[in-house]
């Protein structure tokens, strides 16, 4: 997916929540501010792919401040709210559909917003407003493995009972970030959840990006992409880095729409749940 004018301001208030997270130190967060300004102003046009200009944008900040993880207090207090809620909302029915939706509940959690507004939110209902689950659970009776791409650091806890459900059928592989970037699930987040063991094959991008950026992938994750039947893609940033491939049907993207440009390239409202095979 290609950025929209829209962009541009998410990305600019991106290189202000990083820096402010990264650092107390003033001088230095305005360094880091000035440099992801720098950055965005250089970098952004509408043929650009935002994840590959945000990425830019977390290692200048990164490399400023001294600080590799500068969401490590939110992905914490995320990784908590999430355990807390996936125990309240405990699914009543384990099949396909029930822990879909349950999985997608998970990715209502936006760094953007305040944490008990997300809370609220998350004791809603979901429904798809675009739903190719049917085909994409017709399809996994086929399939011998598949990729699920994980998103922020709480929604492991909502990812479980699908996973579990899905590796009756397949060899599934749970894929995280190699290093962290924004507050998508790391190797170390994993840990920290006490998931590691229930999650089971755990692989990684090879990565610090948002989404994923192929440029910068490991090559074992490129065999593993290549060679999946299936790809359960989770959260807006995948979303918008693979749309970029042509569509052939065996990636499945998993989220909220929580942003206009998102929800425009898809002609479905903001906010909207989204099942789509790809």
Not at 99 to 119: H, K, Q, S, V, W
């Amino acid at each position: 997916m290609k950025a929209s004018k829209y962009c541009y301001e998410c990305l600019q208030k991106l290189a202000y929540q990083a820096a402010g997270l990264a650092t107390n130190d003033e001088p230095a967060k305005a360094r880091a501010v000035g440099e992801g300004l720098k950055i965005l102003g250089d970098d952004f046009s509408l043929d650009s792919v935002t994840i590959v200009v945000a990425t830019k944008i977390h290692d200048a900040v990164k490399k400023i401040t001294g600080n590799p993880d500068p969401y490590r207090q939110m992905k914490d207090k995320e990784i908590a709210v999430s355990r807390e809620l996936s125990q309240a909302l405990k699914l009543k029915h384990e099949d396909f559909a029930s822990c879909l939706r349950f999985a997608a509940l998970g990715n209502t959690i936006d760094f953007f917003r305040p944490i008990d507004g997300i809370e609220r939110e998350m004791k809603g209902r979901v429904d798809f407003v675009i739903d190719d689950s049917e085909r994409f659970e017709a399809r996994l009776k086929h399939a011998g493995r598949v990729l699920y791409l994980a998103d922020n650091a709480g929604e492991a806890f909502f990812d479980l009972p699908l996973l579990r459900w899905m590796r009756q059928r397949a060899s599934v592989a749970y894929v995280a970030k190699a290093s962290p970037v924004q507050d998508d699930v790391t190797l170390e987040d994993i840990r920290r959840t006490g998931l590691e063991a229930q999650l089971g094959e755990i692989i990684t991008t090879g990565t610090a990006t948002p989404g994923i950026d192929f440029s910068q992938a490991s090559a074992e994750f490129k065999r593993e992409f290549d060679s999946a039947d299936l790809i359960f893609a989770k959260g807006m940033g995948y979303y918008e880095s693979l749309s970029e491939l042509p569509a052939e049907g065996r990636v499945f993207y998993c989220f909220k729409a929580k942003c206009q440009p998102v929800a425009d390239s898809l002609g479905v409202p903001l906010k909207s749940y989204v099942a789509m095979l790809w």
